[in-house]
């Protein structure tokens, strides 16, 4: 099994088109598909289930994907190690991040890191903590900034970096802003419900709030961006529960705290692989939160905490 069979089948695979796969490669693709079938006669089994518009994965094709782009993560940083032990840092940093993270200055932070090591690669990605934890975990990450979604496991680890309570925003002019105390979820019972997609950090950490107090809502408006969220808010079509930070980006919505919640709190974390499958591009971008947290982390983060592991190889 060669390394160009497994890079072209993750393409082929991330692509879902063998003529778009074959552009991004720089290959032919009459000599793409020659390689997936290559691969195919070698495993004695189909990987894609092929049609015009575009091509699926089949049951051994998803279990493929899972290895190869733990093999193909594992080659790149052999070639970081060497590049490192050079003097030199390279390769590429794959970031993922969801959107307004608390704790962590994201585009202060990479524009340091650019400065320590220009020929890093730096590739971002912004989506909800459960699926920047399934990259983190499947390899096709070396970092991610997210909200607590699980325990450890064998993938996956979690390194703190701040939490902070949760913050009901409101109209000026809703009845809740006229009361003007902190607010428990029975208070909330039966209102509007402005919130993110599932997948989101904060409306993971808003459901398991309410599922705590036993008290049921129903989210009538769901989102994908901050923006879009504060916009409706700010139109009075819903409440919105959010972390306390959020509060800063719209001034004008009236702002009350959550109480009544048990131990139910927006925690920001770091995720990375095992210790072992840390790249050194990770390694030298939590080395870096570490000396500079002053000014790379936002209020509240805890740079101590992400001093990198000690039993691996250093970035220099």
Same mark, same amino acid.
């Given at each position: 099994m060669e390394l160009r069979h497994l890079q072209h089948f993750v393409a082929v695979a991330e692509d879902q088109h063998f003529t778009r796969a074959a552009e991004r490669l720089m290959v032919s693709q009459s000599g793409l598909s020659a390689s997936?079938?290559?691969?195919?006669?070698? +495993?004695?089994? $189909?990987? /894609?289930?092929?049609?015009?518009r575009r091509v699926t994965l089949t049951e051994a094709g998803r279990a493929l994907l899972v290895e190869a782009e733990r093999i193909l993560a594992q080659v790149r940083s052999a =070639?970081?190690?060497? &590049?490192?032990?050079?003097?030199?840092?390279?390769?590429?940093?794959?970031?993922? #991040?969801?959107?307004?993270?608390?704790?962590?200055?994201?585009a202060r932070m990479l524009a340091a890191f650019r400065g320590r090591h220009p020929d890093v690669e730096i590739r971002l990605r912004q989506a909800g903590s459960g699926a920047l934890a399934e990259e983190v975990g499947a390899g096709r990450l070396d970092l991610a900034f997210a909200y607590?979604?699980?325990?450890?496991?064998?993938?996956?680890?979690?390194? $703190? *970096? #701040? @939490?902070?309570?949760? %913050?009901?925003?409101? =109209?000026?002019?809703?009845?809740l802003a006229a009361a003007g105390a902190a607010l428990t979820p029975k208070d909330l019972a039966g209102e509007v419900f402005v919130d993110f997609h599932?997948?989101?950090?904060?409306r993971r950490a808003t459901d398991a709030a309410f599922?705590?107090?036993?008290?049921?809502? %129903?989210?009538?408006?769901?989102?994908?961006?901050? =923006? @879009? *969220? *504060?916009?409706?808010?700010?139109?009075?079509?819903?409440?919105?529960?959010?972390?306390? =930070? /959020?509060?800063?980006?719209?001034? !004008?919505? !009236?702002?009350?705290? +959550?109480?009544? #919640?048990?131990? &139910?709190?927006?925690?920001?974390?770091?995720?990375?692989?095992?210790d072992r499958a840390t790249s050194l591009a990770a390694r030298a971008l939590v080395a870096l939160l570490e000396t500079g947290g002053g000014t790379l982390l936002e209020t509240g983060g805890r740079a101590g905490d992400l001093a990198p592991p000690q039993d691996g190889p250093q970035a220099s």
């Amino acid at each position: 099994m060669e390394l160009r069979h497994l890079q072209h089948f993750v393409a082929v695979a991330e692509d879902q088109h063998f003529t778009r796969a074959a552009e991004r490669l720089m290959v032919s693709q009459s000599g793409l598909s020659a390689s997936i079938r290559a691969l195919e006669r070698e +495993l004695r089994a $189909p990987l /894609f289930v092929r049609t015009t518009r575009r091509v699926t994965l089949t049951e051994a094709g998803r279990a493929l994907l899972v290895e190869a782009e733990r093999i193909l993560a594992q080659v790149r940083s052999a =070639h970081e190690a060497v &590049a490192a032990v050079q003097g030199v840092l390279r390769g590429t940093l794959a970031l993922g #991040t969801e959107q307004c993270i608390a704790g962590v200055h994201v585009a202060r932070m990479l524009a340091a890191f650019r400065g320590r090591h220009p020929d890093v690669e730096i590739r971002l990605r912004q989506a909800g903590s459960g699926a920047l934890a399934e990259e983190v975990g499947a390899g096709r990450l070396d970092l991610a900034f997210a909200y607590r979604t699980q325990a450890d496991t064998d993938q996956l680890r979690s390194v $703190p *970096l #701040t @939490s902070e309570p949760m %913050t009901v925003l409101c =109209h000026p002019e809703h009845r809740l802003a006229a009361a003007g105390a902190a607010l428990t979820p029975k208070d909330l019972a039966g209102e509007v419900f402005v919130d993110f997609h599932p997948d989101w950090g904060p409306r993971r950490a808003t459901d398991a709030a309410f599922a705590a107090a036993g008290v049921r809502r %129903t989210v009538a408006l769901e989102v994908n961006d901050v =923006h @879009s *969220l *504060l916009d409706l808010v700010d139109e009075n079509l819903g409440i919105a529960v959010v972390p306390r =930070h /959020f509060r800063h980006k719209r001034p !004008s919505l !009236s702002a009350l705290p +959550l109480k009544g #919640t048990g131990e &139910a709190e927006y925690e920001t974390v770091a995720l990375l692989p095992p210790d072992r499958a840390t790249s050194l591009a990770a390694r030298a971008l939590v080395a870096l939160l570490e000396t500079g947290g002053g000014t790379l982390l936002e209020t509240g983060g805890r740079a101590g905490d992400l001093a990198p592991p000690q039993d691996g190889p250093q970035a220099s």
